[in-house]
């Protein structure tokens, strides 16, 4: 699940996206889900963490400014070379925050600065329509496990594809238990550096976390149910390694295995795809699946789709940073969306390529999504962030079918 923080930053200070346009919209429930709000939760232990910093800072500075001022005046130096003096001191200790305080400062900038992004992307998205009937109900698991083809066939046009009942309710209760419990330990440890660490780059971290998964009963098990019982695996097949007039078929490997877990309080995503387009090639490289562990209401920021956006047409105009944003933002204005109002035990499979975003979870519940990708063995691809080491490049779509 990564992305460049620096593309979104430079995007946030584009024309077009510090001054949307708002256009009457139809009044329908899903614009509360789309449009950016105000985070009115609790704040975070993180920013509390941040503010007691920026207070002992401020007195820090304060007390400083006076000592280099009284200090230089009792040297005999007359008011305004004691007050250069502080200024100079000042911007000596402003460029050490910014460049030598391990990232702090330029962390928090930046991370303002994807929100920005993501919120000017809201009242776009928030004037196109939304593809209703899509963004609630699927086609039943054990008809796309019995025939997959219209199914494939959907994914490979829209990009995305909804598959209800993948994944049992005993099973996505089981795994969302085990998620609680592993976010908990992992939350609690200190980092190492030699250990693999446990959370992968997500975006807009406040209160939201990609957290990769080891093998054991409860992923293995619901891995293979949804890829075998569930029809995904025979989807995967289909839609990996299938170049039209292309070269050998070799399969496909396990490429991330993680929890996206977002509490109450998150901030909504900016858009963005998981992996870029590959030149001369309109297969997807990867394709991933979120497995809703419990029901994911408007309230709670479902996953934000944008169908059919894996296109060439719609990446050019989405990274297209030379017109100052206006082609992304006619592109987010005009598409229509779909939004991942699952089930528990329901999946979305998308093309990683294909524009998407979790949006801000309003409600009072945790939402945890179960994923997975699988990567064409024919393509090279960055290796994600989002795996265990020890799962890394090791299973096929074989191998993990028959697990459990
Ligand atoms: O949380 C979601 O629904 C989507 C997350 C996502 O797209 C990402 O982290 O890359």
């Known amino acids: 699940m990564a992305i460049s923080i620096l593309a979104l930053a430079a995007a946030a200070y584009s024309p077009n996206f510090a001054a949307p346009q708002l256009a009457p919209t139809a009044a329908a429930a899903h614009l509360a889900a789309l449009r950016p709000h105000p985070v009115a939760c609790a704040p975070s232990d993180d920013e509390r963490d941040e503010t007691a910093q920026f207070l002992q800072i401020l007195g820090g500075l304060s007390l400083g400014c006076v000592g280099v001022f009284s200090g230089a ?54 004037q196109a329509p939304l593809e209703e009937a899509e963004s609630r109900a699927g086609r039943p698991a054990a008809a796309v496990a019995a025939d997959p083809a219209a199914a494939a066939d959907a994914l490979r046009a829209d990009g995305v594809v909804r598959i209800d009942g993948a994944l049992s309710a005993a099973a996505a209760d089981a795994l969302a238990a085990h998620v609680d419990a592993e976010l908990a330990a992992a939350r609690s440890e200190k980092p190492s550096l030699d250990a693999d660490g446990r959370f992968g780059p997500v975006l807009s971290r406040t209160n939201r976390w990609d957290l990769k998964l080891r093998r054991g009963p409860a992923v293995d098990g619901a891995l293979a149910e949804v890829l075998a019982s569930g029809g995904v695996a025979k989807l995967l097949d289909h839609a990996l390694g299938d170049e ?37 090639s309109e297969a ?37 940073p030379e017109d100052g944003g206006r082609a992304k933002a ?18 979305a499979l998308f093309d990683a390529r294909l524009l998407h975003g979790g949006l ?24 994600s962030e989002s795996i265990m080491d020890e799962v890394r490049r090791r299973y096929s779509l074989e191998d993990c079918a028959a697990w459990g």
């Open 73 to 126: 005046s009792a040297l005999g130096a007359d008011d305004v070379v004691a007050g250069n003096l502080v200024l100079v001191a000042l911007a000596a200790v402003g460029a050490y925050l910014f460049y030598f305080d391990g990232g702090v400062t330029q962390a928090a900038l930046a991370s303002q600065a994807v929100q920005e992004v993501a919120s000017g992307e809201g009242e776009l998205v928030a």
């Open 244 to 280: 039209p007039g292309g070269g050998e078929k070799k399969g496909a490997t396990l490429f991330e295995l993680a929890a996206l877990v977002s509490d109450p309080g998150s901030p909504r995503q900016p858009i963005h795809p998981d992996t870029p387009r590959r030149p001369g």
């Open 284 to 320: 997807p490289a990867v394709v991933t699946a979120f497995v809703a562990l419990q029901d994911v209401d408007e309230e709670m920021g479902p996953t934000l789709f944008l169908p059919r956006t894996q296109s060439a047409d719609a990446h050019e105009k989405f990274n297209a």
């Open 330 to 347: 006619e592109l987010l204005r005009t598409t229509p969306h779909r939004l991942g109002l699952l089930k528990k035990g329901d999946v």
């Open 360 to 383: 801000d979870n309003r409600s009072a519940r945790r939402r945890r999504l179960f994923y997975f990708s699988f990567k064409d063995d024919n393509a090279a691809v960055r290796p």
